[in-house]
């Protein structure tokens, strides 16, 4: 399999899709060539075709087995994929049976991912832009949640760094400092 293969994670309103957007115009320019596919993206396409989803948000509260099939699928998808990818998606996904792994070991075996990114910032931050993105349906959370959910997606990013010998990266996209971030990521897609 050629090219490098980075998972980009961070909780819902994180500010993940932002970063990476703006990093692949950055390595645009120095020619470094990437494909940025959305994991939740690729697993609604066939949730939506088989009726067990209008909108993305509906995913999480999905029965388990349900999600776990369209995750496989979508794996299996983007693992057949060629050259550097950005995979964006959650270290874990907040479902109402509890929090399920974002990247299960069939997940990984078709993934073989390089490194893993952490995309975090102050709970309060996170909140706030929760509460100006209209677009979504959020869960209801309050920072002490949002703030339990970043710390389980640190040891969920530490099981897969053991199950792969992946590395694991942290990011913070602090607010006013979007450059910050962006310097980070590039740095680590280089
Ligand atoms: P996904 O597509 O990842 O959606 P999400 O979790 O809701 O993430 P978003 O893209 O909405 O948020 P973001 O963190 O990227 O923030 P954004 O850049 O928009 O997943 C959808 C669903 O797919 C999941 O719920 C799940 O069901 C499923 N799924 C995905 N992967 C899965 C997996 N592996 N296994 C099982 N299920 C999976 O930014 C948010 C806001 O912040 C914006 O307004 C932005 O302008 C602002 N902002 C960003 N950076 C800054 C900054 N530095 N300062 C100030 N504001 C900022």
Not at 97 to 103: E, K, M, S
Not at 141 to 167: D, K, L, V
């Amino acid at each position: 399999m050629a090219g490098k293969r980075v998972i980009i994670t961070g909780v819902p309103g994180v500010g993940k899709t932002t970063v990476i957007e703006e990093s692949m115009k950055r390595l645009a320019e120095e020619n470094v060539p990437y494909r940025a596919i959305n994991f939740g993206s690729c697993m609604f396409e066939t949730a939506k075709s088989e009726g067990f989803a209008e909108d993305r948000d509906q995913m999480r509260n999905l029965d388990r087995d349900v999600q776990k099939d369209l995750q496989k699928l979508a794996a299996r998808r983007i693992g057949a994929m060629e050259g550097n990818i950005i995979i964006d998606t959650h270290a874990s996904v907040k479902t109402p049976a509890g929090y399920l792994p974002g990247l299960p070991a069939w997940v990984l075996t078709e993934i073989h991912p390089d490194t893993v990114v952490l995309v975090e910032t102050d709970e309060d931050q996170i909140l706030m832009r929760r509460m100006g993105d209209e677009s979504r349906r959020r869960d209801a959370e309050g920072c002490r949640s949002i703030a339990e959910h970043q710390a389980f997606n640190r040891a969920f990013a530490a099981s897969y760094a053991m199950m792969t010998g992946c590395t694991v990266h942290i990011v913070r996209n602090e607010n006013f400092l979007l450059d910050h971030a962006i310097d980070a990521l590039v740095a680590v897609l280089r």
